[in-house]
């Protein structure tokens, strides 16, 4: 058993080790889709996507809720799992900008729009 602060309450509560309970076999996917008018870089699942827009750095994870941004220069990280679900694998792809949108465990950034 694990002690962590519940989130909405900020009380102490008691749950089961993390590890034990989600297996990384079994960690939720979204569907990640990265293009642009010429070239698709990315169109698999992964299990989170990262990026930074005018406020700062951010992640997606599944579940996240609708987002619609605009991305800065620098690199995307998409994280997730081989064919098989065997290795984990990290893939960076440098960008100039581009609009990215999430919506029901999907993700689509449109670069050199």
């Known amino acids: 058993m694990v002690m962590r602060q519940d989130a909405s309450t900020g009380q102490m509560v008691e749950t089961e080790d993390e590890t034990s309970s989600h297996p990384k076999s ?13 070239v698709t870089y990315y169109d698999a699942t992964a299990e989170s996507i990262s990026g930074e827009n005018v406020t700062g ?17 620098g690199e995307l990280v998409i994280r997730g799992k081989n064919v098989g679900g065997l290795l984990e694998h990290q ?13 029901a465990d999907r993700v689509v950034v449109f670069l050199d729009v």
């Open 26 to 38: 079994n960690r939720p996917l979204m569907h990640v889709k990265i293009y642009s008018p010429f």
């Open 57 to 73: 750095p951010f992640d997606i994870l599944p579940h996240h809720h609708n987002f619609i941004t605009l991305l800065k220069a």
């Open 91 to 103: 893939l960076r792809i440098r960008i100039s900008g581009g609009l990215m949108h999430v919506k």
